[in-house]
Every structure is written in C-alpha cells, then in structure tokens.
T-cell receptor
Framework: GDSVTQMEGPVTLSEEAFLTINCTYTATGYPSLFWYVQYPGEGLQLLLKATKADDKGSNKGFEATYRKETTSFHLEKGSVQVSDSAVYFCALSSNGQNFVFGPGTRLSVLP | EAGVVQSPRYKIIEKKQPVAFWCNPISGHNTLYWYLQNLGQGPELLIRYENEEAVDDSQLPKDRFSAERLKGVDSTLKIQPAELGDSAVYLC??????????????FGPGTRLTVL
C-alpha cells in the first residue's frame, strides 16, 4: 500500500538557518503530495501541496517540489524563524479523499 | 467562520470504561474523517463519512469502536470498552464534497485520551 517516510527528528536550528526536511513516498500511480504543520496545542494545517510531477508548492516561505523520478517531496525554507517551531507532516493522497501521513518531524528553532 | 470543533479536549478514564468523542465539522462540509494519532506518529484513518454514510471504515476496530454521523453533520466516535493501548489523540477533520478532485481537509484540535 501507499506509504510516506520522513527524516527523523527532532531537528534543532538557529534562527535564520536553512531548513530541509526530507520526505519520500511509495504509491501506485501519481498521488498528490502535501505538507501539513501542527503547532503546539492545535490541529494540523495544510502548509502546501503539489498535484503533479515537477509542481512546486509554496507558502509562508516554505517550498517543496514534486520529484517523480526520486519519489520525493522535500520541504525547504531559506531562513527559519522561532515561530516555525512545530511538527511537520508529509502526506499523500491517491484519490483525493484518503490520505496517508508520515510520522512527522519536530522542528525547534532557537533564537 | 468556526473551524472543526471537538470535545472534550482531554479525557482520562480507567480501562474497560466506555468513552465517547464528539466532532462538529465546518458548516457545509460533507466529508468527515476520524483519525487516530499515536505519540510520535502521523494520523491514521479510522473512518471516513460522506454525508451520513460511512464510505471507508476498513481500519476501524469494530469489536470495540463505533461511530455515527446522524443527519450528516455532527459525529460521535465511541470506544467500549477502552484498553490501555487506546491512549492516543483522536482527530476529526472535514472537507467539502468528494469526487475526483482534491478537497482540503481541515482538522480539529483533537481529543487526547489517557486510559489508566
């Protein structure tokens, strides 16, 4: 079945550092890919998405590119802020209704 | 506009006791999901509703878990009896009508269950 693998956390960075969180997937066909963010005490929120190969999703300075050849969707941000501290989940959906989530990567940004 | 509402936010019970969680989705959202989130893991689907119909309950442990969505709006997830391994966060999410295209899910804050 479909699955998502993410780099293990926690990831600890200083403010203004460059962020990469790796995500790879296994799926039949061509799924849509997503990054969700969960701030402390809150529900998951959609951060960005890409629905086909080579699409780049972007939001709030975060970016991820759908790479079919490497089955990857790595999350990047050029300069992280303390307010970016959260748990980030990579996810996929092959049919638009059911979603498979990765285990999450906790990010801590220190001032 | 109000988001997805869940209650209670926290629940502590002893094993073998029953427990119920309630979810009110965003107005107009036909699709409702219940997910289980264990510590350090991503959400795992328990059940998906389209209006009042459970269209995917393949991952719901039906020996002890049940769910209903009367009138296609609010939903209740029940566990009876609860076991120690049920300690987790139970998430509710909703989205607009299904179909071939992707519809964004909106998540509630979850109910954290502790079984002693």
């Amino acid at each position: 079945g479909d699955s998502v693998t993410q780099m293990e956390g926690p990831v600890t960075l200083s403010e203004e550092a460059f962020l990469t969180i790796n995500c790879t997937y296994t799926a039949t066909g061509y799924p849509s890919l997503f990054w969700y963010v969960q701030y402390p005490g809150e529900g998951l929120q959609l951060l960005l998405k890409a629905t086909k190969a080579d699409d780049k999703g972007s939001n709030k300075g975060f970016e991820a590119t759908y790479r079919k050849e490497t089955t990857s969707f790595h999350l990047e941000k050029g300069s992280v802020q303390v307010s970016d501290s959260a748990v980030y989940f990579c996810a996929l959906s092959s049919n638009g209704q059911n979603f498979v989530f990765g285990p999450g990567t906790r990010l801590s940004v220190l001032p | 506009e109000a988001g997805v509402v869940q209650s209670p936010r926290y629940k502590i019970i002893e094993k073998k006791q029953p427990v119920a969680f309630w979810c009110n989705p965003i107005s107009g959202h036909n699709t409702l999901y219940w997910y289980l989130q264990n510590l350090g893991q991503g959400p795992e689907l328990l059940i998906r509703y389209e209006n009042e119909e459970a269209v995917d309950d393949s991952q719901l442990p039906k020996d002890r878990f049940s769910a209903e969505r009367l009138k296609g709006v609010d939903s209740t997830l029940k566990i009876q009896p609860a076991e120690l391994g049920d300690s987790a966060v139970y998430l509710c999410a909703s989205s607009q009508a299904g179909g071939a295209s992707y519809n964004e899910q909106f998540f509630g804050p979850g109910t954290r269950l502790t079984v002693l």
